[in-house]
């Protein structure tokens, strides 16, 4: 079994992602206009009715927006949350079309084993997810002001990680946002600044060496850009003689397009 993910969005304005077997297709979060959503299931060639579910990470606005139209638009499509994230999503998703998973335990949907693991956030019950197919690993971990070695040990074997690189610290302190909200976005349950991801990924390839695909994702529109951000990772990994290449290739989750089809 082979399989493909793709970023629809990933940015402070919105997020969703698809991840697809040959049998089963499922989205993480639906932050995204509907129609944007629908667009980048035809342009990576999948047919709605393939997708089974979406997952949900937590219930802030940049991640549920479209769950009540993509649940109308897909026949029979299911939306996963945990229950404290369920208690606090407003917006309408028939109970029917209500999924539970309680977090860090594993489940199946089609021939996907799903395993969501908690992340450091200003929400009710925020998750990570880790899908796994034929010994292949996928993970997406954004919206964490930190990663704890729990964290680390669910990502660290990833063969695709899609990991935040929300800002650039010295962007966010010299930038236009009021102090409570740099506050809030520096701290443990905001995000992951492009230093912190970096190091992140020097102490995953030190400790859990094999060829993998790093994107980094959820970049701030006001506080990063594609530009800073790769090359604040990159300088943090050479600072740890750490060279990208073959065994370990780095691209950019985009805000606002769709990104490559990447296959494992």
């Not at 060639?45 to 139209?69: C, F, N, Q, W, Y």
């Not at 859990?208 to 790769?230: D, F, I, Y």
Request: net charge negative; glycine share 8%.
């Amino acid at each position: 079994m082979t399989m493909k993910f793709c970023s629809f969005a990933s940015g402070s304005s919105g997020n969703c992602y698809l991840i697809k077997s040959e049998e089963t297709a499922v989205l993480i979060d639906a932050g995204i206009s509907g129609k944007r959503i629908l667009a980048g299931l035809e342009e990576t060639g999948t047919p709605r009715e393939m997708v089974s579910a979406i997952l949900v990470t937590h219930e802030h606005i940049d991640h549920v927006k479209s769950l009540p139209v993509m649940t109308k638009r897909i026949p029979g499509l299911q939306v996963y949350a945990n229950e404290a994230t369920w208690d606090q999503i407003d917006r309408p998703v028939p109970e029917e079309r209500r999924e539970l998973f309680e977090t860090g335990e594993e489940f199946q949907i089609g021939d996907l084993t799903i395993r969501p693991f908690p992340v450091s956030h200003d929400a009710a019950e925020p998750v990570g997810f880790s899908i796994y197919g034929d010994g292949q690993q996928i993970s997406v971990c954004t919206d964490s002001g930190f990663i704890s070695d729990e964290i680390f040990e669910e990502i660290a074997e990833a063969d695709l990680l899609l990991l935040e690189a929300n800002h650039e610290k010295e962007m966010l302190l010299f930038g236009r946002y009021p102090y409570p909200l740099k506050q809030r976005i520096l701290g443990d349950e905001g995000h992951l600044s492009n230093l912190h991801c970096g190091e992140c990924l020097c102490r995953i390839v030190n400790e859990k060496p094999k060829r993998r695909m790093v994107l980094l994702g959820h970049l701030s529109h006001e506080n990063n850009t594609p530009e800073v951000a790769m090359q604040a990772i990159i300088n943090t990994l050479e600072e740890d003689r750490i060279f990208t290449g073959d065994d370990l290739q780095i691209e950019v989750a985009m805000r606002d397009q769709i990104s490559d089809i990447y296959e494992l």
